[in-house]
């Protein structure tokens, strides 16, 4: 029998091996109270302990218990006559499978194995400029026949596709909860929000907590997400795999306001010393935020959250070497997905948006989420449809800024889906044309849907299940997004570290980034209008060390009818050349030397390029934000080219609903990526 003696060093909390035995600490207001042993193999109690008056300091009882090996025993604890599992457990013997209902009883806490190999592992830190974010659903990523993995719906599944993820251009996973739940509704806990479902005591029980949003056990990874008995280590090879392969991994924590905030810091802090987490995204209330954000072990963490005070995190004049902080919430989703079906109104907060870096810190921006409509969806449905949940369609937000095209769900019409295919491709441009880091939902680059269910919450079926037969029966739309993805990666003008100016401060004759309309340098973004040309001066970016970015001019057309747009008069020697239009029906998408195979130019639309001679209007231009900025004069090459004289302006039709990218090439043809003269300055 093991043999128990007071100690005065109750932290950390829980249960922790020490010389000679295993000290436990537990947090009780009740003079009953002890410690349960049971037999790690057979399950069987061994011994219970009770503690003593002279262990507790406080509201926490700690005791000593020499004589036993945590490779031998799992443990509870008892308060009077009710059994209770350690919230401060780092693993839990019994793995059940997913959806089934654990007694208390059942839930025995052991002990983490020491003798993981870690290799070389390092963590590889991506500068949110060049992040590419995932989010998945852990068992939902595999878990259908038709993912074609081993292991599905698990860890070892994830590690099994990081060949495709790769291929997709994501560099950073963010994992719905992965550590350990009760995902059989106890009705021990009512959520708060609609955000994360629907309150538990109006789930049934064939309804499950399938997403995880609740009270958990945070130092444990989920058991039934692993293929094999021991979650903590299948969990460690899968952050070592994604290490491996230069790729993140980022957790979800939902903390109700019965966690406490010192706890909170805790947890995150285990996570990353334990298991090598990149990155928090924090949900629920009255979080530590600003106390996590200039925590010094988390500051080459990813921390993501709705906001951030900046400027109490930071002093005035200090400025992070590399931002770890990052803004994730949903205005960006809201207002360019009214935009994307022809609201009104939307072009200043469009263009705000597609610029918008904070100062100091990151932001993530998305057009879906878990919470919501898929991608397929959004333009497939008006109105959600998430009666298979099981409370007559009233959970689940009402508000979604989705247009399904002119016909609910499934489309027979051939009109009907090419718009809704043309509309995704308008989705993935403004989220791959947009400067900050862009993030999609699982299965969003094949068309993934979940049939309008908006609030999935319970649904641990194949509404939730990705079925990967539609990367091949959407081979269009996943081929889009893998060139768009390589566009923007080629492109470092459109991902920079800092929101650009709208000013020409390197005095290179253009600004960083321009706004156009049918007149160059004359947007217009008057309530009625719907379309704007962007463009982008690679001059502020470089390839490599010695090589400036392309010119690249972004022609969006939100409306239901054509408009003219006009593209600046580029430097001599260099023409516009149209390399993508996402209202093409054939196969094109170039880029300057590079032939992509996505979609042909269609009978329609022209190549878009200045002939020798052609020259723009060179008015000034006039930014959405006169009050920032004054009003940039016309290229100095071009005044110099005209002679200061007017000249005509190219105009050209960019087709409803489309948008087209152009990008600066040689007028032989070649993509024009200048040598940076040495000693310039810029």
Aim: glycine share 8%; charged share 30%.
């Amino acid at each position: 029998m093991a043999d128990a003696k007071t100690t005065r060093n109750p932290y950390p909390l829980g249960a922790h091996p020490e010389a000679g035995g295993i000290r436990f600490s537990f947090v009780s207001k009740e003079a009953d109270c002890g410690i349960l042993l049971y037999d790690l193999n057979g399950g069987k109690k061994i011994q219970r302990i009770p503690f003593l008056p002279e262990d507790r300091v406080g509201n926490i009882y700690c005791r000593l218990v020499e004589g036993i090996s945590p490779e031998a025993v799992s443990y509870q604890f008892y308060e009077g006559g009710r059994t209770v599992a350690d919230e401060y457990g780092r693993a839990f013997t019994g793995r059940a499978a997913f959806g089934r209902s654990q007694k208390t009883s059942e839930w025995k806490a052991s002990f983490l194995k020491e003798n993981f190999d870690w290799e070389d592992d390092r963590c590889p830190r991506i500068p949110y400029a060049d992040a590419y974010f995932y989010c998945m659903h852990v068992r939902g990523f595999t878990k259908h026949s038709s993912s074609g993995v081993v292991h599905r719906g698990t860890f070892a599944g994830i590690m099994e596709k990081i060949h495709y993820l790769k291929e997709i251009g994501v560099t950073t996973l963010e994992l719905q909860p992965a550590y350990e739940f009760q995902e059989a509704p106890l009705g021990e806990e009512v959520r708060e929000t609609a955000l994360f479902g629907a309150p538990e005591d109006k789930m049934d029980s064939k309804r499950i907590n399938y997403w995880g949003y609740r009270k958990g056990f945070y130092y444990a990874p989920k058991a039934a997400y692993a293929a094999s008995g021991d979650a903590s280590g299948e969990f460690r090879e899968l952050v070592k795999a994604l290490h491996r392969n230069h790729m993140e991994l980022v957790m979800q924590f939902y903390f109700p306001d019965t966690v406490k905030r010192s706890g909170i810091l805790e947890i995150l802090r285990f996570w990353v010393l334990e298991y090598h987490v990149d990155g928090f995204r924090l949900l629920g209330e009255n979080l530590p935020v600003d106390l996590a954000a200039a925590d010094d072990l988390l500051a080459d963490t990813k921390l993501l959250y709705q906001g951030f005070w900046i400027d109490c995190i930071y002093g005035r004049n200090e400025t992070p070497d590399r931002p770890h902080l990052a803004e994730y919430n949903d205005s960006y989703l809201y207002d360019m997905r009214r935009f994307l079906k022809g609201d009104e109104s939307m072009l200043d907060c469009v263009l705000r948006h597609m610029r918008y870096i904070p100062e100091k810190a990151g932001r993530i921006h998305y057009l879906t989420n878990y919470n919501g409509f898929t991608l397929a969806d959004m333009v497939m449905y008006d109105h959600k449809h998430n009666e298979a949940n099981g409370e007559d369609n009233r959970d689940g937000n009402d508000y979604n800024c989705s247009w399904n095209c002119g016909e609910e769900g499934t489309a027979r019409s051939r009109r009907v889906k090419d718009l809704r295919l043309q509309q995704m491709k308008n989705a993935i441009c403004m989220l791959l044309l947009t400067q900050s880091t862009p993030l999609i939902f699982m299965g969003d680059e094949f068309g993934n849907s979940q049939k309008g269910n908006n609030n999935p919450y319970c649904q641990d079926n194949a509404i939730t299940w990705l079925d990967w037969r539609l990367v091949s029966k959407n081979a269009r739309i996943l081929e889009f997004w893998k060139k768009m993805m390589s566009f923007r990666k080629a492109h470092p003008i459109l991902h920079p570290d800092k929101e650009l100016r709208l000013m020409d401060y390197i005095a290179c004759g253009y600004p960083d980034l321009s706004y156009h309309g049918q007149s160059a340098w004359r947007p217009r973004t008057d309530g009625y209008f719907r379309h704007i040309g962007i463009m982008l001066c690679g001059k502020y970016a470089r390839v490599d060390r010695d090589t400036e970015d392309a010119f690249i001019y972004l022609a969006i057309n939100m409306h239901w009818e054509s408009h003219k747009l006009a593209l600046p008069r580029l430097p001599r020697g260099m023409k516009w050349e149209r390399v993508l239009g996402t209202s093409d029906k054939g196969e094109a998408f170039r880029d300057g030397e590079q032939q992509y195979t996505e979609e042909s130019k269609s009978a329609g639309l022209e190549l878009l390029q200045y002939e020798e001679g052609q020259q723009d209007g060179g008015a000034q231009q006039r930014t959405t934000e006169q009050q920032r900025a004054a009003e940039q004069q016309r290229p100095a090459e071009t005044q110099k080219s005209t002679g200061g004289q007017e000249a005509a302006e190219l105009e050209k039709e960019i087709p409803p609903r489309s948008i087209s990218i152009f990008i600066s090439v040689s007028e032989e043809s070649k993509p024009v990526r200048r040598r940076h003269r040495k000693g310039s300055g810029r």
